[in-house]
């Protein structure tokens, strides 16, 4: 079992920046990769980054955030960060943390981002 806590959330305006931390607990050494999702009222939840959690660290972007968004990882501390620079509204949502494992996908409980002057 993996126990997923996502932080950092908040009101930003358009164009600044914001830091999401994402701590895992549990049986971490079956993760394989971990990741950040948004869910927009009215929308589906869908994948904003992921970051294999395997030594080559190997990171996954949506379109949407190339260039201004970040994913990184404190391997000694388990946690899994999301740098959000140069936010736009259209990035407001709940933002997840997900963790996949070989035996399950596992979910944070979710941080609020909303981008709004």
């Known amino acids: 079992q993996v126990h997923l806590v996502d932080t950092g959330g908040g009101l930003v305006q358009p164009g600044g920046s914001l830091r999401l931390s994402c701590a895992a607990s549990?049986?971490?050494?079956?993760?394989?990769?971990m990741g950040w999702f948004r869910q927009a009222p009215g929308r589906a939840r869908e994948l904003v980054a992921s970051?294999?959690?395997?030594?080559?660290?190997?990171?996954i972007y949506a379109d949407s955030v190339k260039g201004r968004f970040t994913i990184s990882r404190d391997s000694a501390n388990n946690t899994v960060f999301l740098e959000m620079n140069s936010v736009k509204p259209e990035d407001t949502g709940v933002y997840y943390c997900?963790?996949?494992?070989?035996?399950?996908?596992?979910w944070g409980q979710g941080t609020q981002v909303t981008v709004s002057s």
């Open positions: 997900n963790a996949v494992s070989v035996f399950a996908n596992y």
């Open positions: 549990g049986s971490i050494s079956s993760i394989n990769a």
């Open positions: 970051i294999s959690i395997t030594r080559d660290g190997s990171v």
